[in-house]
Every structure is written in C-alpha cells, then in structure tokens.
C-alpha cells in the first residue's frame, strides 16, 4: 500500500479558468480500503496536452481512469473529491453533495447529471494495448457514434472517413475498410482506437501510455497525429517516456506515491524543476 508523499505543498502552476476543460480537485482514490491518490489535483487546459509522469506504481492510471469513471466497471474502486467537466461536477450525487456541504459548508458546485456511458463519450480513453474489436476496420469507428446517434449510412461514411483522417489512418486503410481491424499493425490499430475514441468528437481524449507497445516509427507517428489532434480536443496522456512527455506535451504532472508533486508548464517542469523529487525523476536520478 503506497504511503502518501511527505505533507510538502504540491507546486502547481494553472491555466487560465476560462481555459479549463476539465479538472480533479482534492482527488482521493481508493481500491476497496487501500487509498491511492491522495488530495490531487489536476486541471486541464483545452486544446492542449497534458503529460502524467511519474515512477511506477505513483497513480498516474489511477488518476486517468478517474477522470471517466472507467473505475465504476470494477466493484469497490471509488474516488471522492470532484472532477469538474466544464465546471460540472462529475462525481457529485446527492449524498456527495450533502458530505461536501456538511463537511466545509460550500455552496455544491451544480452535478452534471451525465449517466457514465454519456461521460464516456465526453471523455474518450485509448489504451496502452491496441484493442480493436473484432470487426471491421469501418464498424470499428462506427461503433462508439451507433451507440449515442442515428446516422444515415452518408452520414456515417463521412463520419468513418473524417476520424480516419483525423487519426493519420486514412490513407493506409482506405481501400480496405472492411477488412477486419485486427489485421493491422501494431501502430495502425493504435491510430485506429484513436480514430474510435474521437468519432463520437470526445472533449478530452485519455491516453494511458498509448505507445508502450509500439515501434519508434510507429511512437512517432502516434506522437504527430496527437499534436495534429490538440487542434480539436484536449488530451491528457499517461507516459514513461520522458522524452516523449517533453516532445509533445504542453502541461506535464510529475506524480509520487499517489500525490501530484508539481504541476507546470512542461518546458518550466523538465528545464527548471522546483521540488527535489521532481529534479531527481527528470535527471534520471532514480525511477
Ligand atoms: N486493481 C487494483 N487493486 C489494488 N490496488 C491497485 C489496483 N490497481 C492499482 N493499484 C495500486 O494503486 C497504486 C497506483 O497504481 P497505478 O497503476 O495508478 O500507478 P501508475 O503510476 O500508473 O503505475 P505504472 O507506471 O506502473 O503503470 C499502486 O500502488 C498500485 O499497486
């Protein structure tokens, strides 16, 4: 069971309010009674990417799959703090909203009264391994905007084409839409999720290191079509690779034993860190 961080203060910079997209606030996560985020907070600037770094094991999933309550799928995970979705509370019901007014008397902010699923269109995930449905390459994309919309057959076809595009796939799958999506590479099924997750036009895209299991030319391309993507959503994404943190992101989090220890600009962050554990991480010091 991870310990929490030391009491040191998080160092964090913001965005603008009227930039944020989404945002944790004081996030505590708990699987059954071992905790583990403590107190984070995390705010998300739209159009941007925001990186989560850290040493294995410091929460950095936990925090991802709170942001769309994927952790509702698995009895016993549960998060209490707030995640505001364009200032609405995501995780408020009404018994969280009495806690928090019995607890620090503030004014609840407004719940979004979203079902999960409608959430999960809103905040899209990829994860770390490609996972394709068994199906076509076309029903792949399509699959995610059947469950929300009816679309004329036109209507989806541009909808399929669009995504495609939009995730660098267009071109290399063009002529095979039919075929069935685990008959791509590695790096296309990847690019092909991401297509999926960005058909139903999600505000946040959630990544969980997307490119783990792929190739250099396969991470890199990965890497352009993220930074092509920041032209229409906001992406947070999960990684190891500093380097890649550094090449793409805008805002990075370095986290520790379940805490966000410092939260910046991501030039600011790998070329000027202020705590001592951020210095150390990012000088390879040690994780
Ligand atoms: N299903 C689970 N049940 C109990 N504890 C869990 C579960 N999943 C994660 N944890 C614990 O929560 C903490 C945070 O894990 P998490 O996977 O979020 O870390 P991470 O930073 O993403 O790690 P990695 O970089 O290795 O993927 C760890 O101590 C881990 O052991």
Known sequence: MPAAAGTEAPIMARPPEDRLVLEARQLDFFYGKTQALFGVDLPIERNRITALIGPSGCGKSTLLRALNRIYDLYPG??????????????????????????????????????????????????????????????????YGVRLYHRKSRAEMDQIVERSLRRAALWDEVKDKLTASGLGLSGGQQQRLCVARGIAVEPEVLLLDEPASALDPVSTAKLEETLMELRQDFSIVIVTHNLQ???????????????????????????????????????TGRFG
């Open 77 to 142: 995970q549960h998060a209490t703090g707030r995640i505001l979705l364009e200032n609405k509370d995501i995780l408020a019901d009404r018994a969280s909203q009495a806690r928090l007014r019995a607890r620090d008397g503030e004014v609840a902010l407004e719940p979004a009264g979203l079902n999960v699923s409608a959430l999960r269109a809103r905040v899209g995930m990829v994860f770390q391994k490609p996972t394709p449905f068994p199906m076509s390459i076309y029903d792949n994309v399509a």
């Open 244 to 282: 890649q943190a550094a090449r793409i992101s805008d805002w990075t989090g370095f986290m520790f034993l379940g805490k966000m220890i410092e939260f910046r600009p991501t030039a600011e962050l790998f070329e000027r860190p202020q705590s001592p554990r951020t210095r150390d991480y990012v």
